[in-house]
């Protein structure tokens, strides 16, 4: 641990979540959306390699396909040209996303099970890896979390929803997904994450919860996930969005 580096960290998000607890205090029906440009901005950018972009908007595949509306979708920028994206609410081929979060003011079962039902929708699309010079035999699907301002429940209970609740989509849908959100952080009162997955055939996946320095674990998670899809991903080739 670097002393002058974690002080710089933890400077940021305090600034981060004074700025949103300040927000909170004003009630409007923009609130979601400061919600999210508090948490770019000011929490996530400052941590993010140069050639990692952030915006808002929806992914698609080659198929056809696409996700519902992502609050923050994490990509790489040397994987996507220029006319495939629009500024800062973008459509993003699946192939160059890294990770995605939902970004909430209020965490409740409501949000946590429309968190779930998004990050379904990114992870069943049909991602094509065409690489130049592969890195990896088989790819990870994006890495998708939730980040929140408050919760309407205690830290201890956050498991126990979010296990209640992905199993009742998975109920839902054709394709089940067991980890369909990898962490779900409550600003810096709990972090709980995936931690482990056994059994490949029907996976049983493993999770622990933080409650000291949430906010930190979780941007420490979300950084190294996101460098370690990068890695993966290498250079690749697109021409299956355009020529078929």
Known sequence: MNAHYTKLAESIIHFALSRSESASELAHPGLRGRAREIFARDLLTPFLSPNIGVCTGIVVDSRGGSSRQIDIIIYDKTLIPSLMFTGEEGIVPIESVLATVEVKSTLTRD????????????????AHFAEVMPETPQKSSPVCCVFSFSSDTKPDKELIRLEEVVSEVNQEVNNAIYVPLSGVCVANTSFTRCVKIENRDRPVPSFRTTTENAAMEFMVFLIDQ???????????????????
């Open 226 to 244: 996101v460098s370690i899809m990068e890695r993966q991903r290498s250079k690749m080739l697109i021409y299956h969005y355009f020529l078929g």
């Open 111 to 126: 949000e946590v099970k429309k968190s779930i039902q998004n990050a379904h929708s990114v992870k069943t699309l049909d």
